[in-house]
Every structure is written in structure tokens, then in C-alpha cells.
């Protein structure tokens, strides 16, 4: 009965608390850009630092999540071992996407070509692992958890063939850095994407 009683009076409390939050006189006064530009008050709109970059048939977090880890999302970026951009890709790469007129500094001041070029290694890396993407998805291999967005990004990190020998033999690869196409396999296995 005690409960029963604390209860309705807790629900009662709370109904209360709720009638006096929605009350006008309650509110914050919030003035409007019209009154704050009489005042000359000035507004900053953060603008985003590159303009026209789409990013399509892709998850925008999973990109993000890469191009931070890559090159803290810088698209003018090059590493010791010359990989470039957002995304730090290799010249033979570029080449083999199609990019082979295309120079380094073009690239590095292209973020739209650098979208682009992100995209169309995704779409091959996944035409490249289709198989494995069918066959794997969903289970445990080496005592890793198997998703497409893993597959993807550890492709992207080691190339389609290492994620093979992986997938088949376990063969470790490691980047100029250290990092292990398994760090990739376990940081981006959360995404959906669509390519």
C-alpha cells in the first residue's frame, strides 16, 4: 500500500514539473537574428571548409570514420611513405582506378577527386571480395567478428588480396605504421554502407 501511495504521488509530482516546464513563463527568452543584427551582434555561420564534396552510395560516417583515422580528415595530407590525402592513397592505386592522368598536386587540391576515387575503390574492393563477403558476413573468423564494412575498410588499409590470405590462412598484414588489417576488420565492423 506504501508503494502504491509513493507511487501516484511520484507520478502526481512529476505531472506538475511538466504543466510548469511547458508554461510561457518558464521559457528562456531567445532573441532573433533580426534583433541581434540591430544590436550589431554579429553571427558566425561555420561554413564547411569544402564546398561541392558529395559523398555518394556511401554511409557518410563510415568515410568520415576512415578519413579520420587515415589523415584526421585532411585532404592535403602526404605521408613519409607518399600516400596522399583524406584518405591516403598510393599512386599505384590512383593509377589502377583510372586516375593515371591525374597528378599528385591536382589530387591533393581536388577534394572532389578524392571522393570520387574513394568511392570507385570501394565499389572494386567489393567486387573483388564478393565472394568472401557472401561467405563470411555474419560469422567469426580468427576469433573476428565478420562484417562487410570491416572487409571493406581492412581492404582499403591492406588490399583485397592480404584480406584473403587472412580470411584463408590467417596471414597477418601490418601497414608502414604498424597497424593490423585486424584493427580495421574490429574499428569499422559497425557501419552500414551502401555501395
Not at 534583433?35 to 556511401?58: R, Y
Amino acid at each position: 500500500m506504501k508503494k502504491t501511495s509513493e507511487l501516484v504521488l511520484l507520478t502526481s509530482f512529476i505531472s506538475i514539473l511538466s504543466a510548469f516546464a511547458a508554461s510561457p513563463m518558464f521559457r528562456v527568452p531567445v532573441e532573433s537574428v533580426n534583433n541581434l543584427e540591430e544590436k550589431n551582434i554579429s553571427i558566425e555561420v561555420n561554413k564547411p571548409l569544402v564546398e561541392d564534396v558529395k559523398i555518394v552510395n556511401a554511409n557518410n560516417l563510415f568515410l568520415s570514420a576512415i578519413a579520420y583515422r587515415e589523415s584526421s580528415n585532411r585532404y592535403d595530407i602526404v605521408n613519409r611513405w607518399g600516400y596522399m590525402g583524406k584518405y591516403q592513397f598510393g599512386r599505384a592505386t590512383l593509377n589502377n582506378l583510372g586516375y593515371e592522368n591525374v597528378t599528385n598536386e591536382q589530387f591533393l587540391n581536388s577534394p572532389k577527386i578524392q571522393e570520387e576515387a574513394m568511392i570507385k575503390l570501394l565499389k572494386s574492393n567489393k567486387h573483388i571480395l564478393r565472394r568472401e563477403i557472401r561467405k563470411y558476413c555474419g560469422t567469426s573468423i580468427h576469433g573476428v567478428y565478420i562484417t562487410e564494412s570491416g572487409l571493406l575498410a581492412a581492404a582499403h588499409l591492406a588490399g583485397p588480396g592480404n584480406v584473403k590470405k587472412w580470411l584463408r590462412r590467417g596471414e597477418r598484414f601490418r601497414d608502414g605504421l604498424g597497424t593490423d588489417l585486424v584493427d580495421y576488420l574490429q574499428l569499422f565492423s559497425n557501419y552500414k554502407i551502401t555501395i
